[in-house]
């Protein structure tokens, strides 16, 4: 379980990067997607993890 909170705690830390560097956007709001789709799904549904996902998908609607 530690393993997978660590893997969550970097698709946020590649979302946070996304917003400060917006040359790398794209790939990082992708690498992040993809750890989250790696993680169980009751761990996706979780409070945090719909919250983090939403936040990505918004970001990627926005242009670079």
């Known amino acids: 379980k530690e393993n997978r909170a660590?893997?969550?705690?970097f698709a946020h830390a590649?979302?946070?990067?996304a917003l400060v560097e917006p040359?790398?956007?794209s790939a990082r709001l992708a690498e992040?997607?993809?750890?989250l789709d790696s993680l169980p799904p009751a761990m996706s549904r979780e409070k945090s993890g719909v919250r983090l996902r939403n936040w990505i998908a918004e970001e990627?609607?926005?242009p670079s």
């Open 60 to 62: 990627a609607k926005k």
């Open 6 to 9: 660590q893997h969550f705690d």
């Open 14 to 17: 590649l979302y946070v990067s």
């Open 32 to 35: 992040a997607t993809a750890i």
């Open 23 to 25: 040359g790398q956007k």
